[in-house]
């Protein structure tokens, strides 16, 4: 069991960036949220199998065509038993 906390900057709010999020996470079968945060970012938290986790992480750095993802921040975060992710804010 993976998880991880990413912050995505750039032009990636008003761009279905969340939206597109929760459904490659889906696809994955990764747990977690996303959410808008007041500085323009996007900010997630995912867990589940370590490669699908990274999937998820390396899809975060292109996001979906309309994005435009200047930079990617990523740290380790506990576990919080999530079974399902959801998009929140």
Do not use: K, Y
């Not at 996001?63 to 975060?77: F, Q």
């Amino acid at each position: 069991m993976a998880a991880v906390s990413v912050r995505v900057t750039g032009r990636v709010q008003g761009v279905a960036f969340r939206w597109h999020t929760e459904e490659e996470a889906h696809r994955l079968g990764v747990a977690g949220w996303v959410r808008n945060e007041v500085d323009g970012s996007v900010l997630l938290h995912a867990e589940g199998d370590r490669s699908a986790v990274d999937e998820l992480v390396a899809w975060c750095h292109h996001g979906p065509p309309s994005a435009r993802v200047e930079h990617v921040a990523v740290r380790e975060a506990a576990p919080t038993g999530a079974t399902t992710f959801t998009t929140t804010g």
